[in-house]
């Protein structure tokens, strides 16, 4: 009877010590939230590291948090809060988390892979959302970023050179167009200079466009005075054939009068 009263009390402290130790033990454990709710939120580690160098190029970015951040009630407010950018320009991702109830070991931890492999020898930066929130409810509170860079020499981009060379031609063409609009400032606040500039320019013209007309003159009238000449000359000569011909017919007509005037005698 003794040793049943005995067991009883036993059974009964021990009943009473594994109802104290069970909130103990959740609160250990964090009841599957990976902490205590007054804990907080927050990154513990990243593979590849921030800051790391020469990292592959098909490489994930493998994280792990203080809390359950994989759990179904908070798994699709989690996933949209990561972010891969080359500089300003957004990476397609894919983030992969366990389930927290056929994987507890998980918990945890969270994947980011790349959609693409990631380019040579550029930094990326991955971008983790303060709305990040685990299963207890505890937000991350602030962004965390973890930057990193990829192994082997950067690739040049030829859109980026067009770009360059168009942003190149469009400075010029602003700088050309910058000029023009100086001098025609520059002309419009010295009006009287640009006048005087046009009335030598107006005053110079006739003289200049005078000189050939006065040498094409002179020439016409060489050439007139040349025809003239050989007109004269051609006249001259005519005079004189006509001369000679007056004295020959003359001659003539003298020797047949002769002639005629002493065979009549005869």
Known sequence: MRSKKLT???????????IFMAPLG????????GGGSEEGLALVSSSPASGQKDVSTSTSIDLEFTKNVVNMTVKDNNTLCFSLYQGQ?????????????????KKRLVSIVPEEPLQPGTTYTLRISPALISKSGVSLGQEVAVS???????????????NTSDATSVQEDASIKHDISKVSAEEDSNPEESISMEKDSSSQDPAEESEPNLVEEAASQSEVQEGNSEAENDGGDADYIWLIALVVVIASSGIYLYVRKHSSKR
Do not use: H, R, W, Y
């Open 8 to 18: 009883g009390i036993t059974l009964i402290s021990l009943a009473i010590i594994c």
């Open 26 to 33: 959740l609160a250990a454990d964090g009841d599957g939230s």
């Open 89 to 105: 320009q957004k990476t397609a991702i894919t983030v992969v988390m366990a389930d927290d109830q056929i994987e507890p070991e």
């Open 148 to 162: 990193f860079t990829t192994a082997g020499n950067a690739v040049i981009n030829d859109s980026s050179s067009a």
